[in-house]
């Protein structure tokens, strides 16, 4: 009975941890490897010392933006999609050190997290360069079409 009651406790915490919904968690991730970026949002990396299921080429999406998506709604948002993907790509193949931090767990169960390279914020460079623009608490998306 008793490891029936431990099993259980240890289901509950794991599954709450897991399934609900969490505020940022103070985690710092050195060495991070980059692969590639789809949107200038959303990108691939490996996290060392993790195990590969949980580590190993994952999406992370970058915290505090919106960027435009490669399957926009009008050409121009298409065309400033593949701009800031390959400028964010650019930026992480040549960092010598990726970082992420603050990480935190979005509404489809994708991580979220700040994301530095070479000390610099990663939301920062897209931001400057019009490439993005910082994330609302509202639902609705920027439309890239206009102007």
Known sequence: MMKLYRLTLWLGVFWGTI???????????????????????????????????????????????ETPEILGQCPKEKELAVKARNFINTVLENAREIELYELERGENFNLIARIMANGENVSKLLLDKKFALPASEKTEKPDWCKG
């Open 19 to 65: 399934a609900s919904p969490v505020a940022a968690v103070d985690l710092h991730f050195h060495n991070v490897t980059f692969h590639r970026c789809y949107h200038a949002h959303s990108c691939f990396v490996s996290i060392p010392n993790l195990p590969n299921i949980f580590g190993d080429v994952i999406l992370i999406r970058i915290a505090g933006i």
